[in-house]
T-cell receptor, first 108, second 113 residues
């Protein structure tokens, strides 16, 4: 079992929808959590970086960590076709432990 | 340009051949990493390095060799390529300890026939 579990999707939503992407993690020692976005044939790029529990907002994106349930979420408001990508959650030890990624398609 | 670059971007080779994938970063980051990305497995760590001349194995290191003689370079060598090593390989770097984010290159797509 991977340390970080993520529903692979694919997830298809209409433009303007609110998107919820979710992960669970198993190692309670990890303190830092990250969301990466990966476009086709490109490397992952850092989207959000959070520490501890609570919410962090950056524009249309909100990252949420619930340490009591070991749950990580990413919310995208007013989703755009340009948000179509694979989203990877990760927790941080000496390296990153990635989920398998959720493929998101936002249709016009 | 500043950043992390991988070369080649695409490579086709045959089983049994030695292949080296290059990774170069201009940030002077201490840590560097190699991952492979496969359908159904996501990103898996092959090797990492905390500094020049310090390397350590990751989850899937068998069949791979790394070196780090200079801070900015972290080549990955497949000593005798096998079909199971067909994958997309990503190099990443990080400034310091585990609370810092990693930054990735655009990958090398390797096919072994």
């Amino acid at each position: 079992q991977k340390e970080v579990e993520q529903d692979p999707g694919p997830l298809s939503v209409p433009e303007g929808a609110i998107v919820s992407l979710n992960c669970t993690y198993s190692n309670s020692a990890f303190q830092y959590f990250m969301w990466y976005r990966q476009y086709s044939r490109k490397g992952p790029e850092l989207l959000m970086y959070t520490y501890s529990s609570g919410n962090k907002e950056d524009g249309r994106f909100t990252a949420q960590v619930d340490k009591s349930s070991k749950y990580i979420s990413l919310f995208i408001r007013d989703s755009q076709p340009s948000d179509s990508a694979t989203y990877l959650c990760a927790d941080s030890g000496y390296a990153l432990n990635f989920g398998k990624g959720t493929s998101l398609l936002v249709t016009p | 340009d500043a950043g992390i670059t991988q070369s080649p971007r695409y490579k086709i080779t045959e089983t049994g051949r030695q292949v080296t994938l290059m990774c170069h970063q201009t940030w002077s980051h201490s840590y560097m990493f190699w991952y492979r990305q496969d359908l159904g497995h996501g990103l898996r760590l092959i090797y990492y390095s905390a500094a020049a001349d310090i390397t350590d194995k990751g989850e899937v290191s068998d069949g791979y060799v790394v070196s780090r003689s200079k801070t900015e370079n972290f080549p990955l060598t497949l000593e005798s390529a096998t079909r199971s090593q067909t994958s997309v390989y990503f190099c990443a770097s990080r400034a310091g300890a585990g609370n810092q984010p990693q930054h990735f290159g655009d990958g090398t797509r390797l096919s072994i026939l």
